[in-house]
T-cell receptor, first 116, second 114 residues
Framework: AQSVAQPEDQVNVAEGNPLTVKCTYS??????LFWYVQYPNRGLQFLLK??????LVKGSYGFEAEFNKSQTSFHLKKPSALVSDSALYFC??????????????FGAGTRLAVHP | DVKVTQSSRYLVKRTGEKVFLECVQD?????MFWYRQDPGLGLRLIYF???????EKGDIPEGYSVSREKKERFSLILESASTNQTSMYLC?????????????FGPGTRLTVT
């Protein structure tokens, strides 16, 4: 079965420290992977995606993600966290059963709290 | 910039009422999606549409229906609202086929059914 797992409900980081939000996936074939962020009472905003090529993908707001095929992971990272990065983060994988309709399967979300 | 708008940010309805949630996108996207978001469950797909008048069930379609009469507009209908449909509802749109086109989301409608 295709799925996405975000093993941490919440991640706490001090401002200025590096942050990592974890994501693992299970999908047949080559995955298309996405990260989204949701600020309070807002919709989801696209951060970055991995399709093919370089395993390190750069996205919006200084975020990057590392694709690791052997570990089936796509962890979100940022070298120096800001208080304004506090939000809910979702990992997603393209549903390959969907006949190319670009359906996504989302993880349960990880709440990132950055403390001053 | 892609813009996806939803008709209401907050909605309170009574059990048994018929509820309409409207979504409009301005980027000529073929695909449109309705999700519900609940704590600890992430986003679950209710219905999606890949063209005008075309629709497909998602993972949790029970108790919902949809309508897409125009390309830019996708409506979610709760025929008889129940308390277990209290949730955040998110609409999204994307290009249709091929590649890996990200979905663009509206701001969400927080529905409370009492």
């Amino acid at each position: 079965a295709q799925s996405v797992a975000q093993p941490e409900d919440q991640v706490n980081v001090a401002e200025g420290n590096p942050l990592t939000v974890k994501c693992t996936y299970s999908v047949s074939g080559n995955p298309y992977l996405f990260w989204y962020v949701q600020y309070p009472n807002r919709g989801l905003q696209f951060l970055l995606k991995y399709i093919t090529g370089d395993n390190l993908v750069k996205g919006s707001y200084g975020f990057e993600a590392e694709f690791n095929k052997s570990q089936t992971s796509f962890h979100l990272k940022k070298p120096s966290a800001l208080v304004s990065d506090s939000a809910l983060y979702f990992c997603a994988v393209r549903d390959r059963r969907a006949g190319g309709y670009n359906k996504l399967i989302f993880g349960a979300g990880t709440r990132l709290a950055v403390h001053p | 910039d892609v813009k996806v708008t939803q008709s209401s940010r907050y909605l309170v309805k009574r059990t048994g009422e018929k509820v309409f949630l409207e979504c409009v996108q301005d980027m000529d996207h073929e695909n449109m999606f309705w999700y519900r978001q609940d704590p600890g469950l992430g986003l679950r797909l209710i219905y999606f549409s890949y063209d005008v008048k075309m629709k497909e069930k998602g993972d949790i379609p029970e108790g919902y229906s949809v309508s897409r009469e125009k390309k830019e507009r996708f409506s979610l209908i709760l025929e008889s609202a129940s308390t277990n449909q209290t949730s955040m509802y998110l609409c999204a749109s994307s290009l249709r086929i091929g590649g890996a086109y990200e979905q663009y989301f509206g701001p969400g409608t927080r529905l409370t059914v009492t």
